[in-house]
């Protein structure tokens, strides 16, 4: 690895021939600033224009380079005025379509005059069409000259044009070539051990593959050139994450060794036996608390799966040591509902539950600080307020975080910074499957348990798509469930962004209800109330004051109401496959058989139509989250709130799968026996940003 060898990572575009300011500013929006950086800016697709295709050969939607004599040109007034030229090989005739061309050009295609065109073929009316090919006039009976590479398509921005990419890559290939290479960051004997090219082998090809190589193989991204380089930067982002987690994991913190009594007094008093997948992740919590490193375990549970009860075995061994437990919730009303269990659960242990939230003002507030800093409160639930500063513990030793994408990586920070010298165990908790592929990538910093069992009794809830055209027969259909003494949702979305306008939708559909339905007691929730009154309306919902919850998405993650057995979701063909799944999950907790109805507003497009039919048929949180993230990509899964900018230049983790247990064993190695390597590869590929918030 000579000094020469990574001066394209250093040499900036601007010392490229045809870009100033402006052109620079122009790649900058696709994060292109240095040599290095365009030649990982690959191409979309790729044409063949190597080869000249006979005529006769052609079919419609093949993309082809043609040779060919004028037949006749004329200018057709239709519809649309377009330009029609004859042509012909001698093995067949197509038609040239033109809808914007001057004089000069209808007179160019004179009769006999030799063209070479490329384009795509359509079935036209009376013959096949090229429309708007790229052409040439040939000037004499000598053969042109083809291209010798397969034709680059790059993704682009306004302003950029596909000539301008291949000029600039054409010129950034030229310093590749002339030694001023790409550093190579893996080592040879991994190369050949995962029979790898090199990078600049892998990179050359990519931008200019020769005529041989498979078009097909391209497009589905399984060339080995490919590979390479979502091979590494997938082992880029690997390595980020375990440097997180190895820094993490340098402190100590508390040894939680116990007997396990207060656990299994717990476990008595329960009404019914955990599954075997509590157990098995309640014993790798209690593996990680005795280690007296820093545990930091994600718990990822279906809706329903018995996350709760999983925190609170955790929470048992900790309290039996003498160590303060703290569990945080996004919002008040999710931290009341963990308040309740817990409080059912410890209260005959003789263990208080204390309650701190962001309405808890004066004295009542300042007596749980004063509990919690003397070490007299050993357990404690709360929301946000759990993160202020004049919150202070004696001994915590564990801080269990419910539904942690939604809160900042400052703020978890900050709840683990109260250790008091020791750093307390994390345990988080999700009830949004995240599919394995994508966890191993997202939170390589983490370990993993997944409740893949839900508890007996629990029935599937049936899932219903319809039109909204039947809006009436919906609206009959809750009042009929309510009439039978049960509960429903009525879920309102809107695609705008702009809050004021769901919250405006929820109220116009609660006021419909509330007329349609005049025997029924209609409930409203929206964003736009304040935190008091929405739990205020969400608790009479529980207590059965009410019979109709009318809400926008903010019931995604609410509290337990297992009489609620109808869940209606409008306009479901705007959400996403989790976001539909969670809202499902709000029913189906009772006895009672429950339905959700998915009701969408035609026509329906093919996305949509898939999404809908995956709910229909799949009640399987983690089959639906990998659809999910097939169709929207790792971002919009996990949510920029959640990992920070999980967003890959070329690797793809629905298609590149099977890189990834190779690509993690390959980093523990290169941890072990070449860390020096660990630290150009990130910057090579995460740049200095910090792309990953799960600390």
């Excluded at 900058?28 to 000249?52: E, K, M, N, S, W």
């Excluded at 033109?98 to 013959?127: D, S, Y």
């Excluded at 929470?315 to 039996?320: I, K, M, Q, V, Y």
């Excluded at 962004?497 to 209800?513: G, K, P, V």
Aim: net charge neutral.
């Amino acid at each position: 690895m000579n000094a020469k060898a990574d001066s394209l990572a250093t040499i900036p575009v601007t010392a490229l021939r045809g870009v100033g300011p402006r052109r620079a500013q122009q790649l900058a929006r696709l994060g292109i600033d240095t040599v290095q950086d365009l030649l990982f800016h690959l191409p979309l697709r790729y044409q063949d224009r190597t080869r000249v295709v006979p005529v006769g050969s052609l079919r419609a939607g093949d993309q082809a380079v043609i040779e060919v004599t004028v037949d006749h040109a004329e200018v057709r007034f239709g519809r649309r005025r377009s330009l029609l030229v004859r042509v012909s090989d001698g093995s067949g005739a197509l038609m040239l379509r033109f809808f914007h061309f001057t004089a000069a050009q209808k007179q160019a295609f004179a009769r006999g005059v030799r063209l070479r065109c490329f384009g795509e073929a359509r079935n036209g009316p009376a013959m096949l069409e090229l429309v708007h090919p790229e052409y040439t006039l040939l000037r004499d009976d000598a053969p042109a000259p083809v291209e010798e590479a397969l034709t680059p398509i790059y993704p682009t921005t306004e302003g950029l044009h596909q000539l301008s990419w291949r000029d600039l890559t054409g010129q950034a290939l030229a310093l590749l070539h002339e030694g001023r290479a790409l550093q190579e960051l893996l080592p040879e004997a991994v190369l050949r051990e995962h029979r790898l090219p090199s990078l600049p082998e892998a990179v050359a090809l990519l931008h200019r593959p020769p005529p041989d190589v498979s078009t097909q193989l391209l497009s589905e991204n399984g060339h080995p050139a490919q590979q390479r380089l979502a091979f590494e930067e997938l082992l880029a982002h690997q390595l980020s994450l375990r440097m997180l987690r190895r820094r993490a994991r340098a402190h100590a913190a508390p040894r939680v060794i116990v007997a396990g009594e207060l656990e299994r007094r717990l476990l008595d008093t329960l009404p019914f036996e955990p599954t075997g997948a509590q157990r098995r992740v309640a014993e790798e919590i209690a593996g990680d608390l005795a280690s007296g490193r820093p545990m930091l375990r994600l718990v990822q549970g279906d809706v329903g799966s018995g996350k709760t009860l999983v925190a609170a075995l955790a929470a048992a061994r900790a309290l039996e040591d003498g160590w303060q437990v703290a569990l945080m919730a996004p919002t008040e009303l999710l931290a009341e509902q963990h308040r309740q269990n817990l409080a059912q659960w410890f209260a005959p242990l003789g263990i208080e539950v204390g309650w701190l939230t962001g309405r808890h003002k004066g004295r009542r507030r300042a007596a749980v600080l004063e509990h919690l800093a003397a070490g007299e409160l050993a357990l404690v639930v709360g929301s946000h307020a759990l993160f202020q500063e004049d919150v202070r513990f004696a001994r915590l030793g564990l801080a269990i975080v419910d539904e942690q994408h939604r809160f900042g990586v400052h703020q978890r920070l900050a709840l683990r910074n109260k250790g008091d010298g020791l750093v307390p165990h994390q345990l988080i908790m999700t009830a949004t499957p995240i599919p394995r592929t994508l966890a191993m990538t997202a939170y390589a910093d983490l370990d993993l348990s997944v409740i893949d069992e839900l508890p007996p009794g629990r029935q599937p809830v049936k899932t219903v798509v319809i039109s909204d055209e039947r809006r009436s027969e919906v609206v009959a259909r809750v009042g009929e469930n309510c009439r039978q003494g049960r509960q429903a949702y009525w879920a309102c979305t809107l695609i705008e962004e702009s809050e004021a306008l769901q919250c405006q939708a929820a109220e116009d559909t609660a006021r419909e209800l509330a007329e349609a339905l005049p025997d029924l007691r209609v409930g409203l929730v929206h964003g736009r109330l304040k935190d008091a009154d929405k739990e205020g309306v969400m608790q009479a919902f529980k207590a059965g004051e009410l019979d109709l919850l009318v809400a926008t998405t903010v019931i995604e993650v609410g509290v337990d109401v297992p009489n609620a057995s109808l869940m209606i979701i409008e306009n479901a063909e705007r959400l996403g496959l989790a976001q539909l799944h969670q809202l499902r999950g709000r029913v189906g907790r009772g006895a009672a058989e429950s339905h959700c109805v998915l009701m969408y507003h035609p026509p329906l497009g093919q996305l949509a139509r898939e999404r809908l039919g995956m709910l229909r048929e799949s009640s399987d949180g983690f089959a639906i989250a990998r659809k999910d993230l097939a169709l929207r990509g790792p971002g919009e899964v996990l949510g920029t709130r959640q990992t920070g900018e999980v967003q890959f230049r070329i690797a793809d983790l629905v298609r590149d799968e099977a890189l990834i247990p190779q690509v993690q064993a390959l980093a523990d190695r290169l941890l072990r026996e070449h860390p020096e390597l660990a630290a150009p590869l990130i910057r090579r590929w995460l740049g200095e940003k910090v792309h990953y918030a799960a600390v």
